[in-house]
């Protein structure tokens, strides 16, 4: 029993300190690296008339946005980016603060929206981090004001037009 007891002891310990990732930033070498960029919105709950989530990904030579609700995809456009283009949002993105921090516990909210980012080398997913927005922030994702505008900001004529675009046979 008693090695039983042992062995689910470090079990748990093994368990907690993988969750307890070190906080930090990406690296310049990391950001020099990235090839791909997804960032993805998830929206509230709210009735699938008027649930919106979406996706941006951006490499260097395209940017393709999905919208969907509830996983239903309602809209897919592509645009195309430039290798230039791609290299200084990567710049801002670094200059902008945005990292990964230790796991913020929530707090029972339900219904509120989620932000998440993933950055890729050419074999490799090697950033993935969420915040999910309720009541306060918990995840794993530091967003600092402006980020998301970084992502937004991209897309020609801007998201809001696209996501309204999906509406008007409903209006």
Request: glycine content about 10%.
């Amino acid at each position: 029993m008693r090695i039983f007891l042992t062995l689910a002891m470090a079990i748990l310990c093994i368990g907690c300190t993988s969750k307890s990732l070190p906080e930090g930033g990406i690296s310049d070498s990391d950001w020099n690296e990235t090839t791909k960029i997804i960032y993805r919105f998830g929206d509230s709950s709210l009735p699938p008339d008027y649930h919106r989530s979406y996706t941006i990904t951006v490499t260097e030579d395209l940017i393709t946005v999905s919208i969907d609700s509830y996983g239903d995809e309602l809209l897919a456009r592509e645009f195309p980016f430039s290798a230039e283009k791609f290299q200084a949002l990567k710049e801002k993105l670094a200059k902008s603060g945005m990292k990964k921090h230790l796991m913020k516990g929530e707090d029972g909210c339900t219904g509120g929206t989620t932000e998440s980012v993933s950055l890729y080398k050419p074999q490799e997913k090697f950033f993935d981090a969420y915040v999910y927005h309720c009541s306060g922030d918990s995840g794993d994702l530091y967003m600092p004001a402006g980020t998301t505008e970084l992502f937004t900001g991209l897309i020609p004529g801007g998201i809001e037009e696209l996501i309204k675009s999906t509406r008007k046979h409903r209006e």
